[in-house]
């Protein structure tokens, strides 16, 4: 039986020694069978976090463009209650965004107590697409910082240590990070991306950037392989989900969701108090006499 620690990243790894594609590939009905009982599971736990109102829940996703980050969030999350979760997809951030510390956005991003939030790419961007371009740094009006060449293994070892350092402040006060980073094949984005152009209806989320950023294929995987291995803790761990097939990925995520905050059997809704409690029966009496 599959289950998270056939994923987590616990000591060092070499994402090209990883596989694409899981241990165990279900036909498609199943693994779409199979997700719609446990994100049933992940609602009713939404529910349960909702009302104890005491934690929330951080859901990182990151992956190459293709890698299936938006469906992904579609499916695994449908059956959730819109009011309890939150989802934000960081984009190129703007001048305002820009005038503050690269995690400024990410922190006022934040899912409060009793929710759930996702953040489609993430705060690992200002360490994966600002390693590939550092000229993209510029713009970040950074002190003693003149050039892309100021991007040294010293500046990204430090920016790791800040986001360890920002996500162990959120575990301390009672937010759970799940943080997993959709590893796609090489060959398998070049299939999605010529399905893109021969379908009219998806032609629109091609962008020529897209064959730019795959030629630097495996500055990006040097990048990712670096973060996750200096950022995957015992208390925010990344996991490796293999994304060639996107059925069996949904599944994977949700499995782990829940395997995991099932472990938290404090998280229940409140008691009600004696005296509510105590007179169920005539506050039920009473609406049925009406």
């Not at 000591?11 to 020694?17: A, D, G, T, V």
């Not at 740094?137 to 950074?142: D, G, Q, V």
């Not at 009219?200 to 291995?229: G, V």
Request: charge should be neutral; include cysteine.
């Amino acid at each position: 039986m599959t289950t998270s620690k056939d994923y987590i990243v616990e000591r060092n790894i070499s994402l090209s020694q990883v596989a694409t594609l899981p241990k165990n590939v279900l036909g498609k009905k199943e693994a779409k069978k199979e997700l719609s009982e446990v994100r049933r599971e992940l609602a009713e736990f939404q529910a349960k976090l909702y009302a104890h109102d005491k934690h929330a829940v951080l859901v990182c996703i990151q992956g190459m463009d293709t890698s299936g980050k938006d469906s992904l969030i579609r499916e695994v999350f449908k059956d959730f209650n819109v009011r309890g979760v939150i989802q934000h997809s960081f984009k190129v951030p703007t001048d305002i965004e820009r005038s503050h510390s690269y995690l400024w956005r990410h922190y006022i991003a934040l899912p409060s107590k009793g929710h759930f939030g996702i953040f489609n790419r993430t705060h690992y961007e200002n360490v994966l697409v600002t390693r590939v371009h550092p000229e993209y740094l510029m713009s970040e009006n950074l002190p003693h910082f003149n050039s892309p060449n100021d991007a040294t293994e010293e500046f990204w070892q430090m920016r790791f240590d800040q986001i360890n350092n920002f996500e162990k402040e959120l575990t301390q006060n009672g937010t759970f990070i799940f943080k997993f980073f959709l590893h796609l094949s090489k060959e398998e984005q070049k299939n999605r991306l010529l399905r893109r152009l021969h379908r009219p209806e998806k032609n629109w989320k091609f962008s020529a950037d897209d064959l730019k950023e795959r030629k630097l294929w495996d500055n990006y995987m040097y990048c990712y392989e670096q973060a996750i291995n200096n950022t995957s803790k015992d208390y925010a761990p990344w996991h490796v989900i293999p994304a060639d097939d996107k059925a069996n990925a949904r599944l994977l995520v949700a499995k782990i969701l829940i395997e995991t905050l099932s472990q938290y059997q404090e998280i229940q809704p409140p008691k009600l108090d004696d005296e509510t409690s105590g007179n169920i029966d005539l506050y039920i009496k009473a609406l049925e006499n009406e």
